[in-house]
Nanobody, 119 residues
Framework: QVQLQESGPGLVKPSQTLSLTCTVS??????????WSWIRQPPRKGLEFIGF???????YVSPSLKSRASISRDTSKNQFTLQLSSVTPEDTAVYFC???????????WGQGTQVTVSS
């Protein structure tokens, strides 16, 4: 059973960089055909796809966040990380990490972590 767990600060000040880590157990982030993703849900809004890092190590970020977001990984720890720079209150959301399989279906999710951007 694959399990994902998000970690990171719950409160970030405007203009700072948000850094979140997803720790994966029960499966490898280098497993062929897997895509390790970040998704967020702002208050009273729907899910927003942020991006993913492929099993081979290359990353994709949504065009709407490409100028501020980056996704990387540490294979020795079986973790992947989201960094979002120059945050504003509009970045306040529950952030989820998830695994996407080869058919682009999200089959495993973390429980989510609340991030609030406020001074």
């Amino acid at each position: 059973q694959v399990q994902l767990q998000e970690s990171g600060p719950g409160l970030v000040k405007p203009s700072q960089t948000l850094s979140l880590t997803c720790t994966v157990s029960g499966g490898s982030i280098t497993a062929r055909g897997t895509y390790w993703s970040w998704i967020r849900q702002p208050p009273r809004k729907g899910l927003e796809f942020i991006g993913f890092i492929r099993y081979g190590g290359s990353a994709y970020v949504s065009p709407s966040l490409k100028s501020r977001a980056s996704i990387s990984r540490d294979t020795s720890k079986n973790q992947f990380t989201l960094q979002l720079s120059s945050v504003t209150p509009e970045d306040t959301a529950v952030y989820f990490c998830a695994r996407m399989d080869g058919t682009y279906y999200f089959d495993y999710w973390g429980q989510g972590t609340q991030v609030t951007v406020s001074s």
